[in-house]
């Protein structure tokens, strides 16, 4: 637990990192939404999405590569420590597919879908995830098939949630801005 813990508050720093871009992906959707610059909307999940894989790819590889140091600021014992990079090995090297799904998230509620993002998270990182705990780590327990669920359920949750952005925006966002009143 104690390895996993100090994982996880490292996992944090490089979460909040991601998060910004998230927020500024929901923040600029929204605001070119209500201006009537649909165009703009795929430059900005463009944008948002290769700057959150960007952020997220560098900073979790960074904390893994420094993670005997890190997880020392929260304990010293070696078996915590190697837990600790246990995790760490799963979850920082794949935390980047979970920044990309949020920002997905962000440019639909920026346009207007909040419930179905909602439905989508929910069934893909809760609802597979016990399914998994039900199916696969049943066969194969161990905790690095339990930490592989995390990775599986983001790809398969962000995979959804592009297909909705292209349903969405298909018939949401016109082709066309709106025309600048004078």
């Given at each position: 637990?104690?390895?996993?813990?100090?994982?996880?508050?490292i996992?944090?720093?490089?979460?909040?990192?991601?998060?910004?871009?998230?927020?500024?992906?929901?923040?600029?959707?929204?605001?070119?939404?209500?201006?009537?610059?649909?165009?703009?909307?795929?430059?900005?999940?463009?944008?948002?999405?290769?700057?959150?894989?960007?952020?997220?790819?560098?900073?979790?590889?960074?904390?893994?590569a420094?993670?005997?140091?890190?997880?020392?600021?929260?304990?010293?014992?070696?078996?915590?420590?190697?837990?600790?990079?246990?995790?760490?090995?799963?979850?920082?090297?794949?935390?980047?597919?979970?920044?990309?799904?949020?920002?997905?998230?962000?440019?639909?509620?920026?346009?207007?879908?909040?419930?179905?993002?909602?439905?989508?998270?929910?069934?893909?990182?809760?609802?597979?995830?016990?399914?998994?705990?039900?199916?696969?780590?049943?066969?194969?327990?161990s905790?690095?098939?339990?930490?592989?669920?995390?990775?599986?359920?983001?790809?398969?949750?962000?995979?959804?949630?592009?297909?909705?952005?292209?349903?969405?925006?298909?018939?949401?966002?016109?082709?066309?801005?709106?025309?600048?009143?004078?």
């Open positions: 637990m104690a390895g996993n813990t100090a994982a996880s508050n996992e944090g720093f490089v979460g909040t990192c991601m998060n910004a871009v998230y927020q500024a992906a929901l923040c600029f959707t929204s605001q070119n939404y209500g201006a009537g610059k649909y165009s703009r909307i795929r430059k900005i999940r463009n944008r948002c999405e290769v700057l959150t894989g960007s952020v997220g790819l560098g900073l979790g590889l960074l904390a893994f420094c993670g005997p140091v890190l997880l020392k600021l929260y304990a010293t014992d070696p078996v915590v420590i190697e837990y600790g990079l246990l995790r760490m090995s799963i979850m920082c090297t794949t935390f980047f597919i979970c920044g990309m799904m949020d920002c997905m998230v962000g440019c639909l509620r920026g346009i207007g879908y909040s419930f179905v993002p909602m439905l989508v998270s929910l069934a893909g990182a809760c609802g597979f995830r016990l399914l998994w705990i039900f199916t696969v780590f049943q066969w194969f327990r905790l690095e098939v339990l930490y592989l669920s995390y990775p599986i359920s983001w790809a398969i949750t962000g995979i959804a949630h592009t297909i909705c952005f292209i349903v969405v925006s298909r018939k949401k966002l016109p082709r066309e801005d709106k025309a600048e009143e004078v």
